[in-house]
């Protein structure tokens, strides 16, 4: 079909033309029906389509029944925010609009939420860190929401490549932070968390994670609900907070009153806070257990001779070296950590109470998983925890990378690719740690 | 009367718990389901046990008091309303209970009037002020429930309970969920008969609700009054409606 053929309204088109009848651009949005998170979560029909990360979290904003998306360019998250701007034209989204840079994204968001309506932000890498302050203060004003973070390089020189180390920012600011491994996880993690972030209980905004462009540019098989259908609208008079403040009019600007007053209630009442937001992190257990099948997934773990704990992109390239492994007659398990805030701690207590060997694969240099895996089962498991590989900067991770460790953690070959010092758990050759430390 | 008969070690019990203990969430204390209720940190089944042990506190302990928050304190709406007078209903049946409202959250600078109010940022002053060992939260917005229980349970020796209309609160000793009017109506009827088994006569003229100092002060020196005599006012209704809270926006439960 040519250029010409598909051309409907060309500026020869005669004048006395019969205009065809106007279409509305919200009518499909407007058929949406709303059901509940059960029914979407665990009972409506899903069919798969091919689509990449971003074209996924934009079909989870299209089902999550939003008021506000705030974008602000950078790389790789602006085409996704670009497609949630779609939705705002089909009447999918309520209010959408560009802030001037990422701190005042993430004030409005505030503001949003605090205002009581749904709300959307993403950014990435230089972004997050950007917009950390006004992210870091979602949880103490308990204001729930879904960010998106596709994650990537954040140090200088410049770079935009893939590089997760902004999750370890991230991880103790008192939000919820899930991270999803491909397509299927971002779609179905924002939706979820939603509901659970308003969870009156909770009252928290979620984070939802992925490795950039490995994610968002990429395409994969995504198991969706029919589009027709919707989450309800957030309840916010249902929230563990009232909406702005309802009891003092004309509204403050900010909820809570400053509580810096130098003296012991003042402390007091921060630390009782502080203790309240970590309480509702640790509350949000059992949504996610509920409304996405558990803080994390198992597979093979039962008589493994080694097991694979990894989170995103990660657990993508573990599951291929496991498949390897297998190949070369070793059993090993994995363990995709689905939930960093909350950690699943005590599962991963129970399932690496007998394991031998862990190998913790990660996306950025300081080993900010090895380090909460070694943290969780410390005392309660006497595994060797090797601490990598870790890739950075960009770097892909080969799968043989990954089989390596597993390999010369069985046979206690030494690594070349692991530091010595990101090899813990009670298997560890002391003389090789003492030797070590004395050559530091 | 029915008691419980658990033999599990209580969790969260009347303090003062130390300087800064861990939150009942970090003690590994999870909310009920819908149904059940909390008993010193223990998951309990049958709720009616936990508001029978609420009206035992309540009776016994030296000036126990009730705390009503902005979702009873405010008519917002006629459920507002009805929850307030369901309320009144249980302080009804407490001889000699204390109300001292928490009416809103910020913090009280200079200094705060123990016999006034009530506050989130230092609610251990009006425990101590008052010497109040047994109390009950109802109608505050949940974070800010938890924050006053937390402070409570390090700071003072005062058995705290939350009727709570969400998920309850792990923080109180004793607590239950979903309290929609009927269920704080039955409450009432509970402390009744708890009270009728314990013996515990309600003074004839209804006058069982025992003024603070201040209250006593601008209710012309009376020490004591009805609370089933008291009504929500026209000002406080459209005060609430004024501000935009329309019936539908904060309808809640029920």
Same mark, same amino acid.
Request: net charge neutral.
């Given at each position: 079909?040519?250029?010409?053929? &598909? ?95 990422? &701190? ?255 190998? &913790? ?37 080969? &799968? ?41 | ?71 009873? #304190? ?99 000793? #004793? ?26 006569? #309600? ?52």
């Amino acid at each position: 079909m040519s250029e010409a053929e &598909v051309k409907t309204n060309t500026p020869s088109a005669p004048a006395a033309a019969v205009a065809a009848p106007k279409k509305d651009p919200h009518a499909e949005a407007k058929k949406q029906r709303v059901v509940t998170p059960e029914y979407m979560f665990l009972e409506a029909p899903r069919t798969k389509e091919f689509i990449t990360g971003s074209e996924a979290a934009k079909e989870a904003i299209r089902r999550s029944n939003v008021d506000l998306a705030i974008a602000y360019p950078i790389t790789p998250q602006s085409e996704t925010m670009q497609l949630v701007g779609v939705l705002y034209g089909e009447g999918y989204v309520k209010e959408y609009y560009r802030g001037e840079e990422e &701190v005042g994204v993430m004030a409005a968001i505030a503001g949003g939420s605090r205002s009581g309506v749904r709300c959307y932000p993403a950014t990435a890498g230089p972004g997050t860190l950007r917009g950390l302050e006004g992210i870091a203060s979602w949880p103490g004003h308990r204001l729930p929401a879904v960010a998106m973070f596709t994650c990537r390089v954040v140090n200088a020189p410049l770079a935009i490549q893939p590089d997760n180390i902004e999750v370890s920012y991230l991880l103790n600011c008192g939000m919820i932070v899930f991270h999803a491994e491909n397509q299927q996880d971002m779609f179905d993690f924002t939706m979820a968390g939603f509901t659970i972030s308003e969870k009156n209980d909770v009252t928290l905004p979620v984070g939802v994670c992925c490795d950039g462009f490995f994610v968002t540019h990429a395409r994969g098989y995504v198991r969706m609900q029919d589009r027709g259908i919707k989450l309800p609208p957030r309840e916010a008079y249902r929230g563990a907070v009232p909406v702005l403040d309802a009891e003092n009019p004309p509204a403050r600007l900010s909820r809570d009153a400053p509580v810096q007053k130098s003296n012991f209630m003042a402390y007091n009442i921060h630390a009782v806070w502080q203790q309240e937001v970590w309480a509702a992190v640790e509350r949000s257990r059992k949504y996610i257990n509920q409304y996405m099948g558990g803080l994390l997934t198992a597979e093979n773990v039962d008589g493994a001779e080694a097991v694979i704990i990894a989170s995103g992109s990660a657990a993508a390239q573990s599951r291929e070296a496991v498949r390897i492994c297998a190949e070369k007659g070793i059993k090993v398990g994995l363990i995709k950590v689905r939930s960093l805030r909350p950690f699943p701690t005590k599962e991963l207590r129970e399932l690496c109470k007998n394991t031998k060997l862990i190998v &913790v694969p990660e996306f950025n240099y300081v080993g900010w998983l090895a380090k909460e895996v070694a943290t969780a089962i410390y005392g309660y498991s006497n595994a060797k925890i090797i601490g990598g590989p870790r890739v950075y900067g960009g770097q892909s991770m080969p &799968v043989e990378l990954i089989v390596d460790e597993v390999e010369s953690g069985l046979t206690g070959k030494k690594s070349t690719n692991v530091a010595m010092s990101s090899i813990m758990g009670g298997a560890v050759n002391q003389d090789e740690v003492s030797h070590f430390m004395r050559s530091i | 009367m029915a008691t419980t008969e658990d033999k599990r070690e209580r969790i969260i019990v009347p303090g003062p718990a130390g300087f800064h203990p861990p939150s009942a969430a970090q003690l590994g204390v999870s909310l009920p389901d819908p149904g059940e209720g909390l008993f010193y940190g223990l998951l309990e089944k049958n709720e009616d046990k936990v508001i029978e042990e609420m009206a035992r506190k309540m009776l016994t302990s030296p000036n126990a008091t009730l705390f009503p928050g902005p979702m009873v #304190l405010w008519a917002w709406n006629e459920h507002a309303i009805e929850k307030a007078k369901a309320t009144l209903e249980i302080a009804a049946q407490i001889p000699n209970v204390m109300i001292i409202p928490m009416p809103d959250y910020r913090p009280k600078y200079p200094k705060i009037d123990p016999e006034e109010v009530i506050n989130p940022n230092h609610p251990n002053l009006t425990i101590w002020g008052n010497k109040i060992e047994a109390c009950i939260f109802i109608g505050v917005h949940c974070h800010y429930a938890n924050l006053t229980l937390k402070m409570i349970r390090a700071g003072t020796n005062c058995c705290t309970m939350a009727i709570c209309a969400e998920q309850g609160h792990e923080d109180a000793m #004793l607590t239950i969920r979903d309290s929609d009017v009927l269920k704080l109506k039955k409450t009432a009827q509970i402390f009744k008969k708890v009270r009728e088994e314990m013996g515990i006569k #309600l003074p004839e003229n209804g006058d069982n609700v025992r003024f603070t100092g201040t209250q006593s002060k601008v209710h012309g020196g009376k020490t004591h009054t009805n609370p089933l005599t008291f009504m929500p006012s026209v000002a406080g209704t459209g005060s609430a409606s004024a501000f935009g809270h329309s019936a539908e926006q904060m309808k809640r439960e029920g």
